[in-house]
């Protein structure tokens, strides 16, 4: 069987998905992960273990193609939402080079990346979605006129890993800290993705009181639906899932065939839903492996093993599929030596 070498790019703490895709490999390749720190947790879970510059280094592309020849790798997995629209432009050149990005298209990364047009494709879809503005001064007209109501979730449009979220419950917090966003933004990573529309660099949303849920929506590598694995999110850590509980719902799967249809992603999707009087409203897309990933996949569901099957061009893979519903977990923190 010939072997399968992963590169994954922007590794960061995702040691579970290191060592998810080892087992899957069997040895029949190597797991080749690359960080700009070098004291990611990740790294240490790796055969093979890079540093490499920032994703906005104009050498960064380049030196992901010399890794690529050097290692002879097959596939990159990116676990960055800030890199993904820089690869999905460079697709073809790593394929010249024998090397399959697995990604979707710029056109799904952008619609998943600005939350404006994540917004606007709900609405396509006729899937219910929190009202979400870009322009102050609409919002502050429509909550005079109750067609918008307190409290608000106000976050960056083009965000990441939770930065910069905060909820308001009245005009004076509205104003003070869409002002002070703003002002944030600049000194965060997200200020190069944002920089060049900054007045609309502002998502104001309704704010949905309910129950949430993380489903893993998964695709074929034609963008094919293969079926959504939902998790009941029981807790939160610093914008990520950290217990929950695995459910099987026809309401919620129906909800994640639409966006996999109307989408057309390559692989595994991300996505946050949250359920009101029995109304699913979808707010959020990351076409990649989430932070609650983990969670489904010890519920039964093996995308890593997957994966590799799809790469092997093996299509029966519904042995990698035992999904059960309530099975809880919880992460816990461990110390690596680096």
């Known amino acids: 069987m010939d072997k399968i070498n992963i590169l994954f790019t922007c590794a960061g703490r995702r040691n579970y998905l290191i060592n998810y895709f080892k087992e899957a490999l069997n040895k029949n390749g190597v797991i080749i992960a690359t960080d700009m720190q070098r ?108 067609k918008l109501n307190f409290p608000l979730i106000i976050k960056p449009r083009w965000g990441s890993a939770s930065i910069g979220i905060e909820t308001v419950s009245n005009f004076n917090e509205f104003k003070l800290v869409y002002k002070l966003q703003k002002l944030k933004l600049k000194n965060t990573i997200l200020n190069t993705i944002s920089k060049d529309n900054i007045d609309e660099a502002i998502l104001i949303q309704e704010k949905i009181d309910g129950i949430e849920y993380g489903l893993d929506i998964l695709n074929d590598f034609n963008g094919n639906y293969y079926g959504t694995f939902a998790k009941k999110k029981l807790s939160m850590r610093s914008g990520e899932t950290d217990k929950a509980m695995s459910v099987i719902n026809k309401k919620i799967n129906n909800v994640g065939e639409i966006i996999s249809k109307n989408l057309g992603h390559i692989g595994n999707l991300d996505c946050d839903i949250f359920i009101r009087n029995k109304i699913v409203y979808v707010l959020e897309l990351n076409p990649r492996f989430g932070g609650g990933y983990p969670f489904s996949h010890e519920a039964g569901i093996n995308i890593a093993a997957i994966y ?21 977990f919880a992460k816990c923190d461990k110390l690596l030596k680096i």
């Open 39 to 146: 004291n990611a947790p990740a790294l240490v879970d790796a055969d093979i273990a890079l540093t490499v510059p920032s994703i906005y280094d104009n050498t960064y592309v380049e030196t992901l193609l010399k890794i690529c020849a050097q290692y002879k790798v097959y596939a990159i997995i990116s676990l960055n939402d800030l890199e993904l629209p820089i690869l999905a432009k460079q697709i073809d050149v790593f394929k010249q080079q024998g090397t399959r990005v697995i990604l979707s298209s710029q056109e799904v990364i952008n619609i998943a990346s600005d939350k404006w047009e994540s917004y606007n494709f709900f609405k396509s879809s006729n899937l219910p979605t929190p009202n979400t503005y870009i322009n102050f001064e609409l919002a502050v007209k429509d909550l005079k006129t109750g």
């Open 308 to 328: 590799i099957d799809w790469l092997r061009n093996i299509t029966n893979i519904d042995k990698h599929n035992n999904y059960k519903k309530n099975i809880t």
